[in-house]
């Protein structure tokens, strides 16, 4: 029996994330299907001419509208039309919120991939002698670089990210002495954080992705209770 466990789990971690990738895939061509096609005459769609319907051609049209969209914004009459359009939603209530807020995040994830973490360091926290993996994102910029202008060193903005879940966390400034600078990779760093430093870069292990890392884990933490439950 506790073999088979081992085989269900195993069996469990390499088909759960492939189904729920492709439920969400599929979920999210039928929400772009349903939005396109009330606008595109029904002679357009392949469903008009096969026998059964083809899911994702919305979602081609789309992309290509979006395309479209963009290399008429990057001209002069395009850049007017949309600065006329910002400033108007700018004049809103409640629509210029969330409009500027919407604005600035895909702006910060999809358009800035220069600012995007490069380095990985080791900061004290959160107390002396204990250490911890964070990464690093830019020097302190606008008004916080001017509020700690009196410090002594130079400010760095890092990402904290908890373990085993790094895509929650804390932004932290810190003086530039106060980090030592890593020679692994973005991925690697992750690695040891999502795997609670099961897995180092530095061993053989280390070489894996994320996804075989995590399995490594799974498979380690379901031996630690096996043991626990023999004992």
Known sequence: MMRLRNYFLTGFIVCAPLAITAWITWSFMGWV??????????????????????????????????????????????????????????????VRTVYMALKQIFETVLADRSTSFKTAALMEYPRKGVWCVVLVA????????????????????????????PTSGFLLFVPRKDLRILDMS????????????LVSPDEPSGK?????????????????????AAE
């Open 33 to 94: 299907d349903s939005w396109v096609k009330p606008y595109i005459p029904a002679r357009y769609w392949p469903d008009a001419y096969l026998p059964f319907a083809i899911p994702g051609f919305g979602l081609i049209v789309a992309l290509i509208l979006i395309t479209l969209i963009g290399f008429l914004t990057a001209n002069i009459i395009g850049r007017t039309v949309i600065g006329w359009g910002e400033r108007l939603l700018s004049r809103t209530p409640l």
């Open 138 to 165: 830019t020097d302190a910029r606008g008004e916080i670089a001017k509020v700690l202008a009196d410090e002594s060193d130079d400010m760095i903005a890092v990402f904290l990210p908890p373990a085993p879940n």
């Open 186 to 197: 973005i991925e690697n760093a992750l690695k040891l954080v999502v795997s609670s430093g």
């Open 208 to 228: 894996l992705t994320l996804d075989e890392a995590a399995k490594i884990v799974s498979a380690r933490q379901s031996r630690e209770r096996e043991i626990e």
